[in-house]
Structure formats: C-alpha cells, structure tokens
C-alpha cells in the first residue's frame, strides 16, 4: 500500500465513504514506519470528535457472539445508530493478521448500508490489538458511526485489553456449562459491565429460557461477593440473539451504564485509557525497533541457538538481546 493523500482522505472518511474508512483502518494498522507517519498525520486532521458509543464484547466459546451482534447490530441501524464493528483475533498475535471471517458470520448486518464490519488483527502483539483497534475506533467516529462494538474471541488479556478501550464491557455466557464460575476465575466478571446470558429460547422442543435465568440468578449472587456497595453492580439479563427477545434489555442496561459514568466520569475514564494507549504506544513501537535493529539481527541467530542447547538461560539471552540492541 502506498503512502496516501491523506487529506483526500480525511475528506473521504468525513463524507462517510466506505472506501476511505477501509483505507484509513488499513493504514493505521499498518507497522511500516512510512504508514505510521501518515497514521499520525490522518490522526491529527481528523481530530477529536464528540465520541461515540464503545462496548467491548466477549463470551465463552459457543456462546453466539457473532449471533448476538448482529441481532444487536440490526436493531441498532433499524433506530437510526450507526454501528461499527471492529472483531479483534488473538490469534493474529501469532499470524500478524485476522483470519475471521465476520462478513460471513455477520450476513444481514455486512450488507446493511448503516454498518461497517471489520476484523481487526492485533498487528503482531497485545500492544498492536491496543494500537490498531483504538485508532480505528477514532476512525470510525470521524466517519459518524456513533455505535462501536469491539468483538474479542479470546480470553484472558486480550480481553483485558479491550476492556481498557471501551466505555462499557459485555460478557455473554451460557446456562448449563458451569462458565459463571470460571469467569470469576479467570476474572472476567470484575472487568464486566453488563452480563447476559444468551441461548434462552427455545430451540427444537428444547425450552432453556428457565435455565438462562437460573444461571442468571446464580451470576448475579457470585456478583455480590465481588463488587462492593456503592459501586456499579453489573447486571445479569438473559437474551436470545436467535430470536431477538432480550437483546434491547441488554442495550437498555449499556445505557444504564454509560448514565451511571456520567459526563465527568466517562470523561475521567477516557482519559485514563488514553494515558494507557499512551504506554501501549510506546511498548509497541520498543518492540518494532526492537525487531528492526540490525545489532540485534546480527546475534538473534546465535542467541536462539545457544538457548535451544541449554549453553545460554533465558535471563542472560535477553540481557546479551538488550545489549545488542543499546549498542546498536
């Protein structure tokens, strides 16, 4: 991809062209130093803008995300929103590039003309899913979507990770499985927001809506244990993303939310992220010099031999790496 013209495309992104949105995403989550240089120049002309909705959304396994944010995502448009959809793949941290297939996954709302769905690869670590994700959210709110929702399929940090991005974070779960339990394990419910538990419908004779909100109820007391009065107790509902009934409760409670934050608090909040992404900047950019070093291409060969053997323990490899690197 070649340096743009990025006042073309500031202009493109202001009048709402796809083209230029998909351009800009592109852009900003590209490592090529010539990229970033433009990123931060398209960054800087777009400004800042009046901000929109940001909900992250993860679940366990099976638990019909995807499903989930469609049947949000429609009823959204149907109301007048703008949503943007940003899928954010861990296993892109490996890959350096997403391997979803949201477009398939989500097909009414790929094609619905109020939406814009894109997966957004982490760009190689857990500083690149900060890097790329944020800045395509300000690229989608230059662009007057005013609904962002930021899919992580992963656990763990890089739900963490997203957590730090949005306003509000909603876990989806599932009765039956036990996964309230090991969400409070992996400490996913006290970055959580809102809760739902989805699946409660009724599917081939298979009526699971009672277990949904038996589920719920056994989420909302392992709740109790883990927030303390006076803060904002994360509410369990139950939905079906199938058949749509549940899913404006769940949006209900994401305004709750964000009403309960406030102007100053979601200003506070905001703020606290940007120092975060501040950080996760300069971690990220370390790690691509670090990668582009020529002092440290010279001896990553030998170092990776020499700890493959057992001749070099890890902690002097990177001390010899690092000193590679300072001398360079």
């Given at each position: 991809m070649p340096a743009p013209d990025v006042g073309a495309l500031v202009q493109g992104i202001r009048d709402g062209q796809r083209a230029a949105v998909s351009r800009a995403i592109t852009l900003v989550e590209s490592s090529r130093a010539d990229h970033r240089a433009a990123a931060r120049e398209l960054l800087t002309e777009?400004?800042?803008?009046?901000?929109?909705?940001?909900?992250?959304?993860?679940?366990?396994?099976?638990?019909?995300?995807?499903?989930?944010?469609?049947?949000?995502?429609?009823?959204?448009?149907?109301?007048?929103?703008?949503?943007?959809?940003?899928?954010v793949d861990p296993s892109s941290v490996r890959t350096g590039g997403s391997v979803l297939g949201d477009k398939t996954r989500m097909a009414t709302l790929a094609v619905d003309p109020r939406a814009y769905i894109r997966p957004s690869p982490s760009a190689g670590t857990l500083g690149g899913v900060a890097r790329a994700t944020t800045q395509a959210m300000l690229?989608?709110?230059?662009?007057?979507?005013?609904?962002?929702?930021?899919?992580?399929?992963?656990?763990?940090?890089?739900?963490?990770?997203?957590?730090?991005?949005?306003?509000?974070?909603?876990?989806?779960?599932?009765?039956?499985?036990?996964?309230?339990?090991?969400?409070?394990?992996?400490?996913?419910?006290?970055?959580?927001?809102?809760?739902?538990?989805?699946?409660?419908?009724?599917?081939?004779?298979?009526?699971?809506?009672?277990?949904?909100?038996?589920?719920?109820?056994?989420?909302?007391?392992?709740?109790?244990?883990?927030?303390?009065?006076?803060?904002?107790?994360?509410?369990?509902?139950?939905?079906?993303a199938l058949t749509g009934v549940g899913v404006d409760e769940v949006w209900k409670r994401v305004q709750a939310h964000r009403e309960h934050l406030g102007t100053d608090g979601l200003l506070r909040k905001r703020a606290g992220q940007q120092l975060d992404f501040t950080w996760a900047l300069v971690r990220d950019e370390l790690d691509q010099r670090l990668r582009r070093s020529a002092s440290v291409a010279a001896i990553r060969d030998e170092v990776r031999d020499a700890v493959l053997s057992g001749e070099l323990p890890a902690p002097m490899a990177a001390d010899r790496i690092l000193a590679a690197y300072d001398a360079g």
């Amino acid at each position: 991809m070649p340096a743009p013209d990025v006042g073309a495309l500031v202009q493109g992104i202001r009048d709402g062209q796809r083209a230029a949105v998909s351009r800009a995403i592109t852009l900003v989550e590209s490592s090529r130093a010539d990229h970033r240089a433009a990123a931060r120049e398209l960054l800087t002309e777009l400004g800042s803008t009046a901000g929109a909705t940001r909900v992250g959304i993860s679940g366990v396994p099976g638990v019909g995300k995807s499903t989930f944010i469609e049947a949000l995502g429609t009823m959204l448009t149907a109301a007048g929103h703008r949503v943007g959809v940003l899928a954010v793949d861990p296993s892109s941290v490996r890959t350096g590039g997403s391997v979803l297939g949201d477009k398939t996954r989500m097909a009414t709302l790929a094609v619905d003309p109020r939406a814009y769905i894109r997966p957004s690869p982490s760009a190689g670590t857990l500083g690149g899913v900060a890097r790329a994700t944020t800045q395509a959210m300000l690229v989608l709110e230059a662009a007057a979507y005013d609904v962002v929702l930021v899919e992580t399929v992963g656990v763990g940090q890089s739900e963490v990770t997203v957590a730090g991005m949005v306003d509000t974070f909603l876990f989806l779960t599932l009765a039956r499985t036990g996964d309230q339990l090991q969400g409070i394990k992996k400490g996913i419910l006290e970055i959580a927001d809102v809760i739902a538990v989805n699946k409660a419908d009724a599917v081939g004779g298979d009526d699971r809506s009672g277990e949904a909100r038996a589920a719920a109820r056994e989420l909302a007391g392992a709740l109790r244990l883990v927030h303390g009065k006076g803060e904002w107790a994360p509410p369990v509902v139950t939905c079906s993303a199938l058949t749509g009934v549940g899913v404006d409760e769940v949006w209900k409670r994401v305004q709750a939310h964000r009403e309960h934050l406030g102007t100053d608090g979601l200003l506070r909040k905001r703020a606290g992220q940007q120092l975060d992404f501040t950080w996760a900047l300069v971690r990220d950019e370390l790690d691509q010099r670090l990668r582009r070093s020529a002092s440290v291409a010279a001896i990553r060969d030998e170092v990776r031999d020499a700890v493959l053997s057992g001749e070099l323990p890890a902690p002097m490899a990177a001390d010899r790496i690092l000193a590679a690197y300072d001398a360079g």
